[in-house]
Nanobody, 124 residues
Framework: QLQLVESGGALVQPAGSLRLSCAIN????????IGWFRQAPGKGREGVSC????????YYVESVKGRFTISRDSATNTVYLQMNSLKPEDTAVYYC?????????????????WGKGTLVNVSS
């Protein structure tokens, strides 16, 4: 039904920038809410950012506000996460997630579609 493929993770120095991509393959009706979670070593999965078509809303977790920007290119069926001013605490595997219902700002429970993740390592 839907495949999500992340790319763009890398090793980057503190204060650097990266842009993550999530390629959407399949029924875009399942991507009415789409965004990013991350999981740091030894920690649970945390919602980072999300955009919802149902109410044109954007969500960012407090720790990334002003540094990360989510966007969607409908022509190429790709969602991006531009990450600036990266900090060591941003180190994590970043997952693209999507579903029809508006899960923005909520936990990962019930979200059906996930990518396999891409590693972001912020270190000097």
């Amino acid at each position: 039904q839907l495949q999500l493929v992340e790319s763009g993770g890398a090793l980057v120095q503190p204060a650097g920038s990266l842009r993550l991509s999530c390629a959407i393959n399949g029924l875009t009706s399942y991507t009415r809410a789409i965004g990013w979670f991350r999981q740091a070593p030894g920690k649970g999965r945390e919602g980072v950012s999300c955009l919802s078509e149902s109410d044109d809303s954007l969500y960012y977790v407090e720790s990334v506000k002003g540094r990360f920007t989510i966007s969607r290119d409908s022509a190429t069926n790709t969602v991006y996460l531009q990450m600036n001013s990266l900090k060591p605490e941003d180190t994590a595997v970043y997952y693209c997630a999507a579903d029809r219902w508006n899960w923005c700002g909520k936990s990962e429970d019930g979200i059906r579609f996930w990518g396999k993740g891409t590693l972001v390592n912020v270190s000097s």
